[in-house]
């Protein structure tokens, strides 16, 4: 017994180091954004330490190009995630509400462009638009981004509702709602916070699209091809600061989140 | 004559690509009989430069002495990706947002020779007087009036003397193996070719054909199968420089300069086998109506008061005669900079400079492929 | 039968109806969209696509609820299957057309199909180094992320508690920041003077790790290991989080007891745990072999002109050479070698799993 629990208990020790490392490897660049959001670099490149200093934070939209194209990524993110948030549940609703012929072959249809490497879904669009001699800027970066987060709302919504009990809408109409009236008394309030979690992620996804941008923005900037840019001139210490006031403000988004969907599904069980 | 083929390359670009993409005032532009020169136009302008390549306070001084209402952006990254940027806009003849490009000369080069450059509204820009004579006539535009340059400068080599333990002086010692997995070269083709040919004794200025730049393609080929070069970067090479990533590099003169006050144990040298000089040059893109502002800006940057506030804080050579005495009047470190002889090179510097010619589309286009294979990519 | 019977009966089979409407009007949609046709064709196309959906209008119209009941899900998914289609498969279509057009002269920017199986051909010898390299970085990152995500999503999963949540969070959160950003900020991690190197230098391990071919000539930054260490860090929670969905099914009660029968910790953990966890491993191996096979970030600024990848070999035909028909080609030629995977994947695991 005591051989086996301490080889055990060795064993158990290894395997939470080696977590521990992960979570170490996970949080070491994020730890160097942060800290060199407080640097005072001489030159024109934020690499070295050079001295703490909180400029940076006192005037984190000082860098007008910069501050500019995280407007533009904002902005784009927005409407997209808007416009996937809505086709993407729709997709997801079908597919868990009803048994229908063909729900195989869509379920296939949906995960192909998430298996798809993003450089050939950027290049292949970005084909299909020089083809139709159409002109890239917002309208082509939006129908890149609604494109890629549709199949990715589709199926982490289509998850989050794997196990919703579709009698509760049949109860309600039993009982003399009208269909309509019970999905959104009774289905909707419910796949809500799965829904509001994926446009979440998905906006997330677009603020950060880099590669699929790259081919699809023409002249306009966004906030992640500025970093490109820039990254072959001069890096400010403000990407730092921005880039850490963009991580607060997901990390907060994502805990309020959490809170108000739980607060809501307790309401719910308590009622 | 020059401008009457432009207009009916234009006009035969624009019926391929069909009269619908064809917009009314490019119309109205095309058949208007004078292809530009006679500027005219809204008061308004948009010039897209290099980053880091003008002080602010010309910026917002141009706009109150001239009343235009100027934009100012530096999302010119790179000659080829501004390039595959633009080009499906201009191939149907349609017009890009900026006024004002400042495109490498090779560049500029492509962009007179596709008709992608308006002729300058010459007449309205006397200061245009003040251009450096060598800089004058380039074989694209003979006339000197599609281009007006906006900086020069010199390639050549910089070194981290901490890194090298040495003075450097020839090409060759970026192929020491000394500094294997040591060295930087730049992604602009002609910069890193350029002084690779010349420490092989090639004349740059003299080279048309593929051929006779192979030899060079093959050393650098060599160069990385043994891994002596490290990376191809932008402008990013000073951050590798200074960080010690890189021992030595191709470097251009003016980075080189603002690096080296911080950083003393950095160098910058013209290898005694030669160096090769450029300029990036402001180009009026075909499209744009605001030839007055455009001439208004020209001729304000060709006055030697401003072009020198601009050396002041870019550190380049500048192409506006006159310069050199407006630093000294300003006093202080601008004064110093009339010193330096890399922003001023003496006549026998200038004589160890050359410059590469115009390459025709295909020879253009088997260095570009061969340059790509040896980047990696 | 008259016609109106016709209708009548297609009208009692909802579902074909349904089925029906919705293919022909992706179809229509891929086929406006890749110019399969134009000019009064695209019109007479648009049109029938218009009437498909009065007709489809109707059929609900005049049938009763089960009829409406019928159709309700093809109507919900229509919108985001006719966008997947004009703006996922109508770009490929336009791809393979690309990839096998050629260009007049340099600065064509229309090039005309032609049939260039040429194209193919350099995308194939040319770039071959380019393309061994990506799948072999993205093989041996996946292989890394499972070493280092299967010990996390376990602790998470069987020693997290309470915790359990918020440790998911710590994992996720970083990835919230900026994908350059973090790329870049290794840059700083691995820089010759930087704080790994030096550790090493320290710790005497360079010539260890010299010798693995882990660093090369003193540095870091710069080599196959860094190209691979960015890809394996930027990937990893596509990794970590589906192990971890596998593993939070299984009751810690089955791995009591599978201790009492195999009496040993280590046994129970390879005859029950990682049969379980193999799912998530599966899931986890696509998302991150597939992103980092078609990645250029991590190889251009973390990788020397030697670690370049295929990512970067389009890249640089598409956005620098324009060379279209070619960046095409290669676009093609790694699709297909990725889907021929996924395919032979989804044949043992079943779709389902992916989410």
Same mark, same amino acid.
């Given at each position: 017994?005591t051989?086996?629990s301490?080889?055990?208990?060795?064993?158990?020790?290894v395997?939470n180091t080696?977590?521990?490392?992960?979570l170490f490897?996970?949080?070491?660049?994020i730890?160097?954004?942060?800290l060199?959001s407080?640097?005072a670099p001489k030159?024109?490149?934020?690499i070295?330490?050079?001295g703490?200093t909180?400029?940076?934070?006192a005037?984190?939209f000082s860098?007008?190009?910069?501050t500019s194209?995280?407007?533009?990524?904002?902005r784009?993110?927005?409407?997209?995630?808007?416009c996937?948030t809505?086709l993407?549940?729709l997709?997801?609703?079908?597919?868990s509400?009803?048994?229908?012929?063909g729900?195989g072959g869509?379920?296939?249809?949906l995960?192909?462009?998430?298996t798809s490497?993003?450089?050939v879904?950027?290049?292949?669009?970005a084909t299909?638009f020089?083809?139709?001699?159409v002109?890239?800027?917002?309208?082509t970066i939006?129908?890149?981004h609604?494109?890629?987060q549709?199949?990715?709302?589709a199926v982490?919504?289509?998850?989050r509702?794997?196990?919703?009990?579709?009698?509760l809408?049949q109860a309600?109409?039993?009982?003399?709602?009208?269909?309509?009236?019970?999905f959104?008394?009774?289905?909707f309030?419910l796949?809500?916070?799965?829904i509001?979690a994926?446009a979440l992620?998905s906006?997330a996804l677009?603020?950060?699209?880099?590669?699929?941008?790259?081919f699809?923005?023409?002249?306009?900037?966004?906030?992640?091809?500025?970093i490109?840019g820039a990254?072959?001139?001069?890096?400010?210490?403000?990407i730092n600061?921005?880039?850490?006031?963009l991580l607060?403000?997901?990390?907060?988004?994502?805990?309020a989140?959490?809170?108000?969907g739980?607060?809501?599904?307790?309401?719910?069980?308590?009622? | 004559?020059?401008?009457k083929l +432009?207009r009916r390359?234009?006009?035969i670009?624009s019926?391929v690509a069909?009269a619908s993409?064809l917009s009314?005032?490019?119309?109205?532009?095309a058949c208007g009989?004078?292809?530009?020169g006679s500027?005219?136009?809204?008061n308004?302008?948009?010039?897209e430069?290099?980053p880091e390549?003008?002080?602010?306070?010309?910026?917002?001084l141009?706009?109150?002495?001239s009343?235009v209402d100027?934009k100012?952006?530096?999302?010119?990254?790179?000659n080829n990706e501004?390039?595959?940027k633009v080009?499906?806009l201009?191939?149907?003849?349609?017009?890009?947002?900026p006024?004002?490009i400042?495109?490498t000369?090779w560049?500029?080069g492509?962009?007179v020779?596709?008709?992608?450059?308006q002729k300058?509204?010459?007449?309205k820009?006397?200061?245009?007087?003040n251009?450096r004579?060598?800089?004058?006539?380039?074989?694209?535009?003979?006339?000197?009036?599609? +281009?007006?340059?906006?900086?020069?400068?010199?390639?050549?080599?910089?070194y981290?003397m901490?890194?090298?333990?040495?003075e450097?002086?020839s090409?060759?010692?970026?192929?020491?193996?000394?500094?294997?997995g040591?060295i930087g070269?730049l992604?602009?083709m002609r910069?890193?070719?350029?002084l690779?040919?010349l420490g092989l004794?090639?004349?740059i200025?003299?080279i048309?054909?593929?051929d006779?730049?192979?030899?060079?393609?093959e050393?650098?080929?060599k160069a990385k +199968?043994?891994?002596?070069?490290?990376?191809f970067?932008?402008?990013?090479y000073l951050d590798?420089?200074?960080?010690g990533?890189?021992a030595?590099c191709v470097a251009?003169?003016?980075?080189v300069?603002?690096?080296a006050?911080?950083?003393?144990d950095?160098?910058f040298f013209?290898?005694e086998?030669?160096?090769?000089?450029w300029f990036d040059?402001?180009?009026w893109v075909k499209?744009s109506?605001?030839?007055?502002?455009?001439a208004?800006w020209?001729d304000?940057v060709?006055d030697?008061?401003?072009a020198?506030r601009?050396t002041a804080s870019?550190?380049?050579?500048?192409p506006?005669?006159?310069v050199?005495?407006?630093?000294v009047?300003?006093g202080?470190e601008?004064?110093?900079?009339?010193?330096?002889?890399l922003?001023?090179?003496?006549d026998?510097?200038l004589?160890r400079?050359?410059?590469w010619?115009?390459?025709?589309?295909e020879e253009?286009a088997?260095?570009d492929?061969?340059?790509?294979?040896?980047t990696g990519a | 039968?008259?016609p109106?019977?016709?209708l009548a009966t297609?009208?009692s089979?909802?579902?074909r109806?349904?089925?029906?409407?919705?293919l022909?009007?992706?179809?229509?949609?891929?086929?406006?969209?890749?110019k399969?046709?134009?000019?009064?064709?695209?019109a007479?196309?648009?049109?029938l696509?218009?009437?498909?959906v009065?007709g489809? *209008?109707?059929v609900a119209?005049?049938?009763?609820?089960?009829?409406?009941?019928a159709?309700a899900?093809?109507g919900?998914l229509?919108?985001?299957?006719?966008w997947?289609?004009?703006f996922f498969l109508a770009p490929?279509?336009?791809?393979?057309?690309m990839?096998?057009?050629?260009k007049?002269?340099?600065f064509?920017?229309?090039?005309?199909?032609?049939?260039?199986w040429d194209?193919?051909?350099t995308?194939?010898?040319?770039?071959?180094?380019?393309?061994l390299?990506?799948?072999?970085?993205?093989a041996?990152?996946t292989?890394?992320?499972?070493?280092?995500?299967?010990p996390?999503?376990?602790?998470?999963a069987?020693?997290g508690?309470k915790?359990?949540?918020i440790?998911?969070g710590?994992?996720v959160?970083?990835?919230?920041?900026?994908?350059?950003i973090r790329?870049?900020?290794?840059?700083n991690i691995?820089?010759?003077?930087?704080?790994?190197?030096?550790?090493f230098d320290?710790?005497?391990?360079t010539?260890?790790?010299e010798?693995?071919?882990?660093m090369?000539n003193?540095?870091l930054l710069n080599t196959?290991?860094?190209?691979?260490?960015g890809?394996?860090?930027n990937?990893?929670?596509f990794?970590?989080?589906p192990i971890y969905?596998s593993l939070?099914k *299984?009751?810690?009660?089955?791995?009591?007891?599978?201790?009492?029968?195999?009496s040993?910790?280590?046994a129970a953990?390879?005859k029950?745990v990682?049969p379980l966890?193999?799912p998530?491993i599966?899931?986890g191996s696509?998302?991150?072999? *597939?992103?980092?096979?078609?990645d250029?970030v991590?190889?251009?600024?973390?990788g020397?002109?030697?670690t370049?990848?295929?990512g970067n070999? *389009?890249?640089?035909q598409?956005?620098?050479q324009?060379n279209?028909p070619v960046a095409s080609?290669?676009?093609?030629?790694?699709?297909?070698?990725?889907?021929v995977?996924?395919?032979v994947?989804?044949k043992?695991m079943g779709?389902e799993?992916?989410?």
């Open positions: 017994m051989a086996f301490r080889r055990q208990r060795v064993g158990q020790r395997i080696i977590a521990g490392l992960g490897y996970i949080f070491l660049p730890l160097v954004i942060v060199f407080f640097n030159g024109k490149y934020n070295k330490w050079q703490f909180l400029d940076n934070w005037n984190p860098e007008t190009e910069l194209a995280l407007w533009v990524s904002l784009i993110a927005l409407i997209s995630t808007f996937a809505v993407g549940s997709i997801a609703l079908s597919l509400r009803y048994k229908f012929k729900s869509i379920n296939l249809f995960v192909l462009p998430l490497p993003e450089i879904l950027g290049s292949s669009l299909l020089l083809n139709r001699g002109n890239f800027g917002y309208v939006i129908i890149a609604i494109m890629f549709i199949s990715f709302v982490t919504v289509r998850a509702i794997r196990g919703f009990d579709w009698t809408e309600a109409m039993d009982l003399g709602a009208t269909p309509a009236r019970a959104w008394k009774i289905t309030p796949i809500l916070p799965g509001l994926a992620l906006f677009s603020i950060d699209d880099f590669i699929i941008t790259f699809n923005a023409g002249s306009l900037v966004t906030f992640p091809l500025q490109f990254s072959r001139v001069k890096i400010p210490p403000q600061v921005l880039a850490t006031m607060i403000a997901s990390v907060s988004l994502m805990v989140g959490t809170v108000i739980n607060r809501r599904q307790r309401k719910l069980a308590g009622n | 004559m020059a401008g +432009n390359q234009f006009l670009r019926g069909g993409a009314l005032p490019a119309l109205l532009a009989g004078d292809d530009g500027g005219g136009g809204g308004s302008l948009f010039f430069n290099w390549y003008i002080d602010e306070e010309t910026v917002a141009f706009a109150a002495a009343g100027f100012y952006t530096d999302a010119y990254n790179d501004y390039f595959a080009q499906p201009l191939a149907k003849g349609k017009k890009i947002e006024d004002i400042a495109p000369f560049m500029a492509r962009f020779q596709l008709g992608w450059a300058l509204p010459v007449d820009i006397p200061n245009m007087a251009l004579d060598d800089l004058k006539g380039q074989p694209w535009d003979k006339a000197q009036e599609y +281009n007006l340059p906006w900086q020069t400068g010199i390639a050549g080599i910089a981290n901490k890194a090298t333990g040495r450097l002086k090409v060759e010692d970026l192929f020491d193996p000394a500094f294997k040591k070269m992604t602009e910069d890193t070719m350029g690779v040919l004794g090639k004349n200025s003299q048309t054909t593929f006779e730049a192979a030899a060079g393609f050393k650098m080929e +199968n043994d891994g002596q070069i490290r990376a970067t932008g402008n990013d590798d420089l200074s960080a990533n890189f030595a251009w003169s003016g980075d300069l603002q690096l006050k911080d950083n003393p950095v160098k013209i290898p086998e030669g160096g090769t000089s040059t402001m180009i499209g109506e605001n030839g007055d502002a455009v208004k020209m304000y060709y030697p008061v401003n020198a601009i870019v550190q380049y050579m500048s506006v005669k006159g050199q005495d407006e630093l009047k300003l202080g601008a004064a110093a900079l009339a010193e330096d002889t922003l001023f090179p003496d026998a510097t004589a400079l050359q410059s010619g115009a390459l025709a589309e253009e088997k260095f492929e061969a340059f790509a294979a040896i | 039968m008259n109106t019977t016709r297609v009208a089979q909802p579902e109806v349904g089925l029906g409407v919705m022909a009007l992706a179809l229509g949609a891929v086929a406006l969209g890749a399969w046709v134009s000019g009064p064709g695209a007479v196309v648009a049109a696509m218009l009437a498909a009065i489809l *209008i109707w119209f005049v049938g009763g609820l089960e009829t409406r009941r159709l899900p093809y919900l229509k919108p985001g299957v006719l997947l289609s004009l490929l279509w336009s791809m393979v057309v990839s096998l057009s050629s007049q002269s340099r064509d920017f229309f090039p005309s199909f032609s049939w260039e194209n193919y051909r995308a194939l010898t040319d770039f071959r180094p380019q393309f390299r990506s799948f072999g970085y993205a041996i990152a292989l890394l992320t499972i070493l280092i995500g299967f996390l999503a376990y602790v998470i069987f020693r508690g915790y359990r949540n440790l998911l710590l994992v959160v970083p990835f919230f920041t900026s994908y350059l790329t870049l900020a290794w840059g691995l820089a010759d003077e930087g704080p790994v190197v030096s550790i320290n710790l005497g391990l010539g260890v790790l010798s693995l071919n882990i090369d003193g540095k196959p290991a860094a190209v691979i260490g890809l394996t860090y990937f990893l929670p990794m970590v989080l969905v939070e *299984i009751d810690p009660r089955l791995v009591d007891a599978a201790m009492d029968l195999y040993s910790a280590s953990f390879r029950i990682v966890a193999l998530g599966f899931a696509l998302l991150v072999f *597939i992103p980092a096979a078609g250029f991590n190889a251009q600024f973390l020397n002109p030697q370049t990848m295929i070999s *389009i890249q640089d598409f956005l620098r324009l279209y080609a290669m676009s093609f030629v790694l699709m297909f070698i990725i889907t995977a996924v395919l994947y989804t043992f779709t799993d992916l989410a």
